[in-house]
Nanobody, 124 residues
Framework: QVHLVESGGGLVQPGGSLRLSCAAS????????MGWYRQVSGKRRELVATITNGGEITYVDSVKGRFTISRDNAKNTVALQMNSLNPEDTAVYYC??????????????????WGQGTQVTVSP
């Protein structure tokens, strides 16, 4: 079991910055990757940025050069620094942790854990 607690959302003007933080607890040793997703009401949740336990980082094209994902030494926290925010970035942002479990033989199971979500609103 992995528990995620998010913080840092709020209201910001276009061009401004916010920093989201996510703290993981529980079976943190089993976490394969952590990241951030966002969702607008009525639309599908989309990946924003992820980082694996091997240090591999992925960004959605729309945030490249503006957002930066990072983690601490123990890999139990992850942050998303968001600069040059646009109104299109307005969404509920969810912290995600992916747990990898080895099953019988070569089969691998991935389980997703989610934070409660934090609202980010970019508006004049």
């Amino acid at each position: 079991q992995v528990h995620l607690v998010e913080s840092g959302g709020g209201l910001v003007q276009p061009g401004g910055s916010l920093r989201l933080s996510c703290a993981a607890s529980g079976s943190i040793g089993s976490i394969y990757a952590m990241g951030w997703y966002r969702q607008v009401s009525g639309k599908r949740r989309e990946l924003v940025a992820t980082i694996t336990n091997g240090g591999e980082i992925t960004y959605v094209d729309s945030v490249k050069g503006r957002f930066t994902i990072s983690r601490d030494n123990a890999k139990n926290t992850v942050a998303l620094q968001m600069n040059s925010l646009n109104p299109e970035d307005t969404a509920v942002y969810y912290c995600n942790a992916q747990q990898k479990t080895l099953l019988f033989g070569p089969r691998i199971r991935y389980d997703d854990y989610w934070g409660q979500g934090t609202q980010v609103t970019v508006s004049p």
